[in-house]
């Protein structure tokens, strides 16, 4: 346990559908963020939250939204997405804010498989 | 373009072997390099480097960051079939909130 955790564990959707994913950490941390984990692909960071505040997005379809309503609780939100994006959605939470300063802590994450 | 590129991408030793897993990257304004293991989702920090030559140390683990060489190494000594996972190298910059990854060293220890 990390302290992070992620729900769903597992959600299969078809392309028109609306689904969102929820992160939840218990550490106090200031800075949340998102990442996706495709098979035989680098781990891809998407958001970055520092207090609350969206600072980096790294060239994310818009069919993915975020939302941060406070500091410990981070949103996936899924819209109309395309079969390749059929992953492993990783949240990770810091104490500071700035990656490469601090060490992350991940949530177990949510197995995403689009039809 | 920054890049982590890690090697081997696979391996499998028997159990007690000692492993050596290569990280080498090319990234602009380097601030640090972050060693994870990932054994079934969430990935678990292991080191942070951020000085060259500096050894940090953990139990049978242990890593050392090269910056003029741009490459860090992750030496698992006596390893235990409890060290198979997926360990993940990454790169953070100065600046910006930036991290890269390399793909991952997948381990298998045999017993």
């Known amino acids: 346990e990390t302290g992070v955790t992620q729900t769903p564990r597992h959600l299969v959707m078809g392309m028109t559908n609306k689904k969102s994913l929820k992160c939840e950490q218990h550490?106090?941390?200031?800075?949340m963020y998102w990442y996706k984990q495709s098979a035989k692909k680098p781990l891809e960071l998407m958001f970055v939250?520092?207090?609350?505040?969206?600072?980096e997005n790294n060239s994310v379809p818009s069919r993915f939204s975020p939302e941060c309503p406070n500091s410990s609780h981070l949103f996936l939100h899924l819209h109309t997405l395309q079969p390749e994006d059929s992953a492993l959605y990783l949240c990770?939470?810091?104490?500071?804010?700035?990656?490469?300063?601090?060490?992350?802590?991940f949530g177990p994450g949510t197995r995403l498989t689009v039809l | 373009e920054d890049k982590v590129v890690q090697s081997p991408l696979s391996l499998v030793v028997h159990e007690g072997d000692t492993v050596t897993l290569n990280c080498s990257y090319e990234?602009?304004?380097?601030?640090?390099l972050l060693w994870y293991k990932q054994e079934k989702k969430a990935p678990t920090f292991l080191f942070m480097l951020?000085?060259?030559?500096i050894e940090k140390k953990s139990g049978r683990l242990s890593s050392i960051l090269d910056k003029k060489e741009l490459f860090s190494i992750l030496n698992i000594t006596a390893t235990q079939t409890g060290d198979s996972a997926i360990y993940l190298c990454?790169?953070?910059?100065?600046?910006?909130?930036?991290?890269?990854f390399g793909k991952g060293t997948r381990l298998h220890i045999l017993p």
């Open positions: 990770a939470s810091s104490h500071g804010t700035g990656l490469a300063d601090n060490e992350q802590f």
């Open positions: 939250y520092n207090f609350k505040e969206q600072t």
């Open positions: 990234v602009t304004n380097f601030r640090s």
């Open positions: 550490l106090g941390h200031n800075a």
């Open positions: 990454a790169v953070g910059g100065w600046g910006d909130d930036k991290i890269i």
């Open positions: 951020t000085s060259s030559g």
